[in-house]
């Protein structure tokens, strides 16, 4: 299947990423609120005023606990929205070839094609916690 192919459904894939960046910032914003520290609430007056994209820079320094996974998976979206607007989103980063759409739909930040994901993650290093 050639590349071009899933150009089509960039458009459908960035909606997808927008509105799990909108519940992602909503769960963020809700986490940061429960928090009572001034650290916190300033944060969460940012989060609320902020747009996706600086969203993600805002929460590059932050690892705060109970949320980090939803910051990886805030910067993942954005990593995958900057890929669409570059014209690389759907290519795998280890071989170049056009990773399967299901697999997008079911996870659509992913970067590799199902085998080189297993390949990344048989080796050893991959089970170290991510440097974030
Ligand atoms: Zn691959």
């Known amino acids: 299947m050639a590349a071009t192919d899933l150009r089509f459904l960039y458009p459908h894939f960035a909606n997808k990423l927008r509105d799990r960046l909108s519940v992602l910032r909503g ?6 609120l429960r928090g009572d520290t001034e650290t916190y609430g300033e944060l969460a007056g940012q989060v609320h005023d902020v747009d996706e994209e600086s969203l993600a820079d805002l929460l590059t320094d932050v690892n705060l606990a109970g949320i980090s996974r939803e910051v990886q998976e805030v910067r993942d979206s954005d990593a995958a929205l900057r890929r669409i607007t570059a014209g690389t989103y759907g290519e795998c980063v280890d071989c170049g070839e056009q ?18 994901q297993r390949a990344y993650e048989s080796q050893p290093a991959a089970k170290s916690p991510p440097k974030l």
């Not at 769960?27 to 940061?32: F, G, M, Q, T």
Request: glycine share 0%; proline share 8%; hydrophobic share 45%.
């Open 27 to 32: 769960e963020i914003r809700a986490a940061l």
């Open 99 to 116: 990773i399967d759409p299901a697999r997008l739909e079911a996870y659509p930040t992913a970067k590799r094609c199902l085998a080189c």
